[in-house]
């Protein structure tokens, strides 16, 4: 599919990886047209959209994925959705689990039937690999395309419940569409309340950096530009009932780990780590196998994480005023629920 001359709806814009995905999308096609749907939840940022907000091709949305008029209204007009909004951490899901069902199940069934009554020509809805589960530390054993839906997290069960949901549309009623599912994204705008950015925000505050449990559990970091890489291929080139898992560039890197080496960017000690009390149903590992997105897209993760972080660690160094605002705001009383008083 040409993306130029395309009308764009993507839900959820305003947070981090569908900001990043808007940036991306306005920078590289200059046809395009994007409208971007989102609630502003306390994740929902138009910060982050601050230079596109006056682009001609750009327009902002402030409104709930589960409101069915609304949604319609705007499908009129649309080609292309680009779905991201959801409700995204895993600790919140544990703690008040409801808005998780309603955005991420209910609010995916209102855009995929609007979706189908106005006949456009894509929907793409973006997943993660947290629905498959947890893996063993065991190298050989990675998630693809063809693994089962395990689901261990209030948050992973309602991504499952949405994939399943655009499975059923393209089967049932022919809708046009494509899911990915990705690893652990990280790089700018994320908000922090996710292990880099909490780790940055802290250290940069002078604070100890929380590390649940031993820090043995394993992610697969993806820079978040080449996620939006690994989107705009999709569109382009995937095949409409697919499904593509798209990874980052090396695997087996503990979350010891990863903060040891912001620790190391940033010039600190391994003093500013605590360990803290683990994460009930704590997932141990997640791995991807790209080999399909690699094979028919030609899909391939450029940033590796030492290179990264040092982008990350630099753009929130940068960019204090953007995650200070938030840090000061309602985010003080998630984080002593969640970490306790400090
Ligand atoms: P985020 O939490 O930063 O942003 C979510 C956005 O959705 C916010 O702007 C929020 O206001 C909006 N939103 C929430 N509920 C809404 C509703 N009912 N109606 C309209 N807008 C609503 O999330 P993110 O990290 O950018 O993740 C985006 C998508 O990518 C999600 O679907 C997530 O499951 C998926 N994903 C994320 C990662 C990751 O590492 N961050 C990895 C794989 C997949
Ligand atoms: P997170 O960024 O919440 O993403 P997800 O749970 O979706 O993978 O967490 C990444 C890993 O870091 C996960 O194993 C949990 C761990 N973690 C900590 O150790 N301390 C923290 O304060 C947070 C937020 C996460």
């Not at 609010?107 to 498959?132: M, P, Y």
């Not at 054993?141 to 209030?154: A, G, Q, V, W």
């Not at 697919?242 to 695997?251: I, N, Q, S, V």
């Amino acid at each position: 599919m040409e993306l130029n001359n395309l009308t764009f709806l993507i839900t959820g814009g305003a947070g981090f990886i569908g900001s990043n995905f808007i940036h991306y999308l306005l920078r590289k096609y200059s046809q395009i047209k994007v409208i971007n749907l989102d609630k502003l939840t306390y994740a929902g940022n138009l910060e982050n959209l601050k230079s596109v907000k006056d682009d001609p091709r750009y327009r902002f949305v402030k409104g709930d994925i589960r409101d069915a008029k609304l949604v319609d209204k705007i499908m009129e007009k649309v080609d292309v959705v680009v779905h991201f909004a959801a409700e995204t951490h895993v600790d919140r899901s544990i703690m008040e689990p409801a808005a998780f069902v309603t955005t991420n199940v209910v609010g995916t069934q209102v855009l995929l039937a609007a979706a189908l009554r106005h006949k456009i020509k894509r929907f793409h809805h973006i997943s993660t690999d947290e629905v498959f589960g947890s893996l063993p530390l065991n190298p050989k054993l990675r998630f693809n395309e063809k693994t089962p839906l395990r689901p261990n997290s209030p948050y992973s069960a309602s991504k499952a419940g949405a994939d399943l949901l655009v499975r059923a549309y393209f089967k049932t009623y022919g809708l046009p569409v494509t899911v990915t599912n990705t690893s652990n994204n990280y790089g700018p705008y994320q908000f922090p309340e996710k292990l880099i950015p909490l780790a940055i925000t802290n250290l940069l505050e002078g604070k100890k950096v929380p590390v649940y449990g031993r820090g043995i559990n394993v992610r697969d970091w993806l820079w978040v530009e080449d996620h939006c890489r690994g989107i705009e291929l999709v569109l382009q080139k995937g095949k409409v009932g697919e499904t593509y898992c798209l990874g980052g560039p090396e695997d087996m890197i503990n979350n010891l780990e990863v903060v040891k080496r912001i620790l190391r960017i940033m010039g600190k000690d391994e003093e500013s780590i605590e360990l803290v009390k683990d994460r009930p149903g704590h997932d141990l590992r997640y791995a991807i196998d790209s080999t399909k997105a690699e094979k028919e897209l030609g899909y391939q993760p450029e940033v590796h994480l030492d290179e990264g972080l040092e982008r990350t660690v630099e753009w929130y160094k940068e960019n204090r005023d953007w995650w200070q605002k938030i840090k000061s705001g309602k985010y003080k009383s998630y984080y002593e629920r969640q970490y306790g008083k400090k």
